[in-house]
């Protein structure tokens, strides 16, 4: 009987140590509705993303949204380990100045269009009344995805 109580207890531990690790992620294990591949090609494109504007935008944390997807948490880590500050989309909050509370990045679609090539269309919003959208063509050469080009537009 004592073992089993040590067991028991060990195991709501561990339950309640994992529970806590996912909720302050805000981060599921390895969704199922996205392949290894779109989670390569999220991380490509959030870390282009975060290079690119965030360097002349200088807001920090950044918040991350995959449209109608949960956040895998592999990408959470590989995102962390690249040095990044990143939370999920619903600690974001859409209000106060330009960048006051960090930016949202949406990547809004992933649109295959041949095994090497892809295009994304992302948002980025950083308070109530600033936002953008635009698209990046991305290209995988030897294994590795990259970016192509970057179209940029405006929401108003």
Same mark, same amino acid.
């Not at 207890?9 to 996912?22: G, H, K, R, W």
């Not at 992302?122 to 970016?147: F, M």
């Given at each position: ?52 504007? =965030?360097? *002349? /935008?200088?807001?920090?944390?950044? +918040?991350?949204?995959?449209? !109608? ?5 592999? $990408?959470? #880590?590989?995102?962390?380990?690249? =040095?990044? *500050? /990143?939370?999920?989309?619903?600690? +974001?909050?859409?209000?106060? !100045? ?5 930016? $949202?990045? #949406? ?50």
């Amino acid at each position: 009987a004592e073992n089993i109580m040590k067991t028991l207890a060990a195991s709501a531990l561990l339950l309640l140590f994992s529970t806590i690790v996912c909720i302050g992620q805000n981060a599921i294990p390895d969704s199922p509705s996205l392949s290894a591949e779109e989670i390569e090609l999220c991380k490509v494109v959030f870390g282009h993303l975060f290079t690119t504007h =965030g360097s *002349s /935008i200088k807001a920090d944390p950044y +918040f991350i949204d995959i449209t !109608d997807q949960e956040i895998p948490a592999s $990408l959470f #880590t590989a995102l962390h380990s690249d =040095g990044h *500050s /990143i939370n999920p989309a619903s600690a +974001f909050r859409r209000e106060g !100045d330009r960048n006051a509370n960090g930016v $949202l990045y #949406t990547i809004q679609k992933i649109i295959f269009a041949g095994e090497d090539t892809a295009e994304v269309i992302w948002t980025l919003w950083g308070g109530k009344k600033w936002g953008a959208k635009a698209s990046l063509d991305l290209v995988r050469q030897e294994g590795v995805w990259r970016v192509l080009n970057e179209h940029d537009g405006l929401v108003e």
